[in-house]
């Protein structure tokens, strides 16, 4: 990571490495593969790393779900407070936006080489969302009642929140959500949309 900092994301990073581990650049060629595999394998590293550092965030919610169950009432599995869940993926979503615009490799790329690093969010993304989706999915899974559960798959809540992230990381957007307050009332706000109930099939026949 410390090349690419340094030098960029093209210039010639097998070269830098060579010199540095005291190899030849075939030898490099020969364990890490081209550039675009470097990139790779480093930007999954980071991912992997940011989901060490998240992991304990999301255990602090799942605590607090769990602290708030009060064994004198009991609650039907379908009455998990709503509002909690609501407030642990802001958390989540806050924190992961968070870590990625104080990332020093990522902000690089992103001010000085955007071309190379943007389709890792794009064309290339898959195997960090599904990265991402296989990390995440074990969290919400302990978060969700059985009959939420019945309603909805983790995973694709999952790939729903790496994409929020994704692209609050990557793109720029008339709503200010440089500071902290202001990010995480713009995701409150999206999941206050996606809560919306749907409308009643009798109604909407009957408006049209």
Not at 128 to 136: D, K, M, S, T
């Amino acid at each position: 990571m410390e090349c690419v900092i340094e030098l960029g994301f093209t210039s010639r990073l097998h070269a830098a490495i060579a010199q540095r581990a005291g190899l030849s650049r075939p030898t490099v060629y020969k364990y890490v593969g081209d550039q675009n595999a470097i990139f790779g394998a480093l930007f999954q590293r980071e991912i992997t790393r940011f989901f060490v550092v998240l992991d304990p965030v999301l255990r602090g919610q799942e605590r607090s779900l769990r602290s708030d169950q009060k064994p004198e009432r009991s609650l039907r599995s379908d009455q998990k407070p709503e509002r909690d869940l609501r407030v642990g993926f802001v958390d989540a979503i806050v924190f992961a936006v968070q870590y990625a615009r104080a990332h020093p490799l990522l902000q690089k790329g992103l001010r000085d080489d955007p071309q190379v690093v943007l389709p890792w969010f794009t064309v290339r993304a898959k195997p960090f969302v599904e990265l991402g989706a296989n990390l995440l999915t074990p969290h919400f899974q302990r978060l969700f009642t059985p009959g939420q559960l019945a309603e909805v798959s983790p995973k694709a809540i999952s790939e729903w929140a790496f994409r929020i992230i994704g692209s609050l990381i990557v793109t720029e957007g008339i709503v200010d959500t440089t500071q902290e307050q202001s990010l995480r009332e713009f995701v409150s706000s999206l999941l206050s949309i996606a809560f919306i109930p749907a409308p009643d099939p009798g109604l909407v026949r009957g408006a049209g």
